[in-house]
């Protein structure tokens, strides 16, 4: 593992100028064989949804930056925007040429209002350079990006709820189709793009897709960051290639005494020990890079309580599975603590989390039955006939 | 509430909107702003917010109504939030959320008679690293141990309070 992260160690505005000499088509080609995924944890090809809205005709199209990072045990998205704000920007504007648009915006989540004083000025810098405006560094390409603050909810992280909170209105999800690449912002195409997954893009601009896909996997190419806390000796931010083992990553965070390891936040799955060789890579455990290591004593009833009470906390309430469904989940748990939970009643609730993830209209009610699904699988012996 | 001091906040609203604009799009960052300055967003707010944009009242209240920071109930001056999510609780938030209940005198969801103070839950902020982790307004403190919770509060309290050692009203952020 190099000392200094790829991403770091970027040659600044290179990948923005390598984007402005090159073709439209061009552009897209590139990150289309870099074969980049989306660094949010949904692994959605950022080519293609490039493409979609390059395609669509229309007067405004938007680039959004998704910087609602708030998947528990996220915060990799807060270490770049505080470190290489520059490197975001220059990704919207990669974006922005790709796609055709004129205006990015970056949602930042109100928990991060300390992070715009920054985000504002690395702006005003860029647009007293000639990097953003109406004509950027000569080529005739303008862009422009403002910051629009979020007012505490998770659910804006999913991108047709953070549409609806730019608009103005409670940030619940819409249905899918149409996409944002479609009918966006204010109707509009917009692309909704991670952090990670701009920053990448512009280091990709930079030093080509070969480069890119040197490391990683067939199916996740390329670096990632993780966000890894919990109980190990090193927390903190990581660049590892994607396809790396559970394992081995708990070795370079020194956290190998782990029991179980929850991988992709509340809405992952948890892993224990004895499938540490699995790898991170979105063909076997997809992420967003969120990493909460368990050691050896840790109370997995306890962290499904705390999990299960964020998501009844910050279900957007609209579809009955997940309003319904969390609370009756969490519920499940306390009766599991307390030592008065039937095995007739488990496998009720446990068929009661398949239902919400069928039957949940966005990723939050489908995924929130993950981590209650995943624990009772594995810690049978453990969850059950409690002595409270 | 006074009428002269409605009359002002009417006054603020509009200025408001000729800054970050007259239309839907500026519902949120309106609010946010309100809220900011006021630490309340109360029904005549929702009124003349909902005059100027051209909406229903009742569309601002749901807005309102539906984000974390925002709400109808009014907040103190310094709003702590400290993080209740997994990394954070791992990390010992129980017995930060002790000492500030036992030093404020007041629970979670409560603000201090004096409306200095409001104590609020918050879901994971992205602090997971270096917990437990709190928010004061806007501005982050990390690693937060039982005993920081007493200086944290004075710091507040040096900034505005009958003792201010300031006389102006600054936030701390």
């Not at chain 1, 064989?33 to 950022?46: C, E, H, I, N």
Request: hydrophobic content about 40%; glycine content about 12%.
């Amino acid at each position: 593992m190099s000392a200094i992260p790829t991403y770091a160690a970027q040659v600044p505005e290179a990948g923005l100028k390598a984007a402005l000499a090159a073709s439209r088509p061009g552009l897209i080609s590139e990150i289309a064989a870099s074969g980049l995924k989306g660094r949010g944890g949904a692994g959605f090809p950022t080519s293609v949804k490039w493409n979609f809205a390059a395609a669509a005709q229309a007067e405004r199209k938007f680039v959004i930056c998704n910087a609602d990072e708030g998947e528990p045990g996220t915060f990799k998205d807060r270490v770049i925007l505080m470190e290489h704000p520059d490197l975001v920007f220059e990704g919207m504007t990669i974006a922005g040429k790709a796609i055709g648009a004129r205006e990015g915006i970056l949602f930042l989540r109100g928990e991060y209002t300390y992070l715009r004083g920054g985000l504002e000025h690395a702006l005003a810098r860029r647009r007293e350079q000639g990097l953003l405006g109406p004509d950027i560094l000569g080529s005739g390409l303008a862009f422009d990006i403002r910051v629009f603050m979020g007012a505490g909810a998770y659910i804006c992280g999913e991108e047709t709820a953070l549409i609806e909170c730019l608009e103005g209105f409670r940030g619940e999800p819409r249905n899918r189709p149409p996409f944002p690449v479609d009918t966006g912002y204010l109707g509009f195409p917009s692309v909704v793009n991670n952090v990670e997954t701009l920053a990448w893009a512009a280091c990709i601009m930079a030093n080509g897709a070969q480069w890119f896909r040197s490391v990683g996997t067939e199916k996740s190419t390329g670096r990632k960051l993780f966000s890894v806390s919990g109980d190990c000796r090193r927390p903190g931010v990581y660049e590892f290639p994607l396809g790396i083992t559970v394992a081995q990553l708990l070795k370079e965070v020194d956290g190998s005494d782990a029991k179980a390891v929850q991988i992709g936040g509340a809405a992952g799955q948890c892993v224990p020990a004895r499938d540490f060789g699995r790898t991170l890579a979105f063909e076997d455990i997809p992420t967003g890079g969120s990493v909460i290591v368990f050691g050896p004593h840790r109370d997995m009833l306890a962290v499904l309580h705390n999990f299960l009470e964020f998501f009844a906390d910050e279900s957007c309430g609209q579809c009955t599975p997940c309003r319904v469904g969390n609370p009756r989940l969490l519920d499940g748990v306390a009766q599991l603590q307390a030592g008065t939970c039937s095995m007739a009643y488990l496998k009720e609730l446990c068929a009661l989390g398949e239902t919400m993830q069928i039957a949940s209209k966005c990723g939050l009610g489908q995924s929130s039955p993950n981590a209650f699904l995943s624990v009772v699988a594995q810690f049978r012996e453990e969850i059950m006939g409690r002595m409270s | 509430m006074l009428m002269t001091e409605r009359e002002r906040c009417a006054a603020e609203i509009q200025a408001l909107a000729g800054k970050l604009g007259r239309d839907r799009t500026s519902l949120v960052p309106i609010l946010v702003e309100v809220k900011r300055k006021y630490h309340r967003i109360d029904s005549y707010a929702m009124q003349v917010i909902g005059d100027l944009l051209g909406i229903h009242p009742v569309e601002v209240h749901s807005v309102v109504s539906f984000y974390a920071f925002l709400g109808d109930r009014p907040q103190g001056r310094f709003v702590i939030r400290l993080c209740r999510t997994i990394s954070c609780a791992m990390q010992g938030k129980d017995r930060v959320m002790r000492q500030l209940e036992n030093d404020l005198g007041i629970r979670f969801g409560e603000t201090t008679a004096d409306g200095s103070f409001t104590l609020e839950w918050a879901n994971c902020m992205g602090m997971c690293d270096q917990g437990p982790a709190l928010l004061v307004n806007d501005r982050i403190f990390t690693r937060v141990t039982p005993e920081q919770v007493h200086e944290i509060l004075e710091e507040c309290r040096r900034v505005f309070g009958v003792h201010a050692a300031e006389a102006k009203e600054v936030h701390l952020a």
